[in-house]
């Protein structure tokens, strides 16, 4: 499966609270628990103002419908080209 790299702008995030991290990592995982095996989360890194997630997706299309369907504003996507 194509490797994509999902960056999400979240002003503050570095400064969040753990309970609200939480809370956005887990709606992010009950998204992607949703769409079914075709999507796998790998990896996570946040920073001051970013969140940024490493997922395996069939197809850039459904990498995309992930986002849409956690609410989530995107200002990349970006795959391995597979």
């Known amino acids: 499966m194509p490797k994509f790299v999902i960056e999400r702008e979240i002003p503050g995030a570095g400064k969040l609270p753990a309970q609200e991290l939480q809370a956005i990592s887990q709606k992010s995982c009950g998204v992607l628990r949703g769409m079914g095996p075709q999507i796998q989360w790998?990896?996570?890194y946040l920073t001051d103002d970013?969140?940024?997630a490493c997922?395996?997706?069939r197809t850039k299309r459904l990498c995309a419908s992930t986002l849409d369907k956690a609410n989530s504003p995107r200002i990349a996507s970006r795959?391995?080209?597979r």
């Open 79 to 81: 795959g391995s080209g």
């Open 55 to 57: 997922t395996w997706h």
């Open 42 to 44: 790998v990896q996570s």
């Open 50 to 52: 970013k969140f940024t």
